[in-house]
Nanobody, 123 residues
């Protein structure tokens, strides 16, 4: 069973930055399409960013220009660099993996998902 473990969440002020990491078990990381999604209290899950095997990126409009997704296949790790954070970015952030990239940035539909890391933006 593939395991995904997120880290790097925390509490920062508006305008601050955080970098989330997601470590994936096993030897097949480089074959996965990867992504991040988030869920705020009382809201639906929202795809944030995705990256395919060839490093092509896709972002939600709400984070484009502020967030950057990347992957390090040698370390089995996915990253999400988040800059200029806003209060509306407050949510639980999850990473996900699958052999196929879902359409429409529906990262929460990927087969493998972590348990999440909490990001809180507050002054």
């Amino acid at each position: 069973q593939v395991q995904l473990v997120e880290s790097g969440g925390g509490s920062v002020q508006p305008g601050g930055s955080l970098r989330l990491s997601c470590t994936v078990s096993g030897d097949l990381f480089s074959t996965y399409c990867m992504g991040w999604f988030r869920q705020a209290p009382g809201k639906e899950r929202e795809g944030v960013a995705a990256i395919d095997r060839d490093d092509a990126h896709t972002y939600a409009r709400s984070v484009k220009g502020r967030f950057t997704i990347s992957r390090d296949n040698a370390k089995n790790t996915l990253y999400l660099q988040m800059n200029n954070l806003k209060a509306e970015d407050t949510a639980m952030y999850y990473c996900a993996a699958d052999y196929a990239m879902p359409s429409g940035l529906r990262v929460h539909h990927m087969d493998y998902r972590g348990k999440g890391t909490l990001v809180t933006i507050s002054s």
